[in-house]
T-cell receptor
């Protein structure tokens, strides 16, 4: 595809359940980020990963959040035992390299609501 | 540590009027600063970035921003607003390594006829 795509667009989960959010990034992009965007509070990086032919370095956010990258252009963010405070928009972004200032390409996000 | 504060969660201007969106940052290392725009149902798009070169940075769609170290500011301006500028704008700071950015809470810009 031409850009970063995320699925699902909306997700409703019962508190305590696990959820998985998918990101398809741009082919050839090395670095992939997951951000959490909370209304009125800005966005924070949850995890990032780099991959090349030899190795994959995946960020390991603490606690209930984890990210997997089964293919270079695919990432899955997993949230275990969801809490109401996890309700937010989860953004995926990728970049060609990992240098500071490199342009990030964002998906349109997954809006998660935990009831 | 780094942080970003965007002053004003909502800004409303008339078409043709000056747009000014405020951003102040805090950083213990020389910062890289960014403005991103988000249109409804779309991902964040880079408007412009400051990476320690010229302090006045020009971006897409007629926007520009000036880095002022003494004021720790990076305000976004556009001389004349268009209806199509209505969107949410995010200021971000980086510099702690790799390309991990910290975003502000965003400013929603409304443009009325």
């Amino acid at each position: 595809g031409a850009g970063v795509s995320q699925s699902p667009r909306y997700k409703v989960a019962k508190r305590g359940r696990d959820v998985a959010l998918r990101c398809d990034s741009i082919s050839g992009h090395v670095t992939l980020y997951w951000y959490r965007q909370t209304l009125g509070q800005g966005s924070e990086v949850l995890t990032y990963s780099q991959s090349d032919a030899q190795r994959d370095k995946s960020g390991r956010p603490s606690g209930r959040f984890s990210a997997e990258r089964p293919e270079r252009s695919v990432s899955t963010l997993k949230i275990q035992r969801t809490e109401q405070g996890d309700s937010a928009v989860y953004l995926c972004a990728s970049s060609l390299g990992d240098h500071l200032g490199e342009k990030l390409f964002f998906g349109s996000g997954t809006q998660l609501s935990v009831l | 540590a780094q942080s970003v504060t965007q002053l004003g969660s909502h800004v409303s201007v008339s078409e043709g009027a000056l747009v000014l969106l405020r951003c102040n940052y805090s950083s213990s290392v020389p910062p890289y600063l960014f403005w991103y725009v988000q249109y409804p149902n779309q991902g964040l798009q880079l408007l412009l970035k400051y990476t320690s070169a010229a302090t006045l940075v020009k971006g897409i769609n007629g926007f520009e921003a000036e880095f002022k170290k003494s004021e720790t500011s990076f305000h976004l301006t556009k001389p004349s607003a268009h209806m199509s500028d209505a969107a949410e704008y995010f200021c971000a700071v980086g510099g702690g390594g790799y390309n991990k950015l910290i975003f502000g809470a965003g400013t929603r810009l409304a443009v009325h006829p």
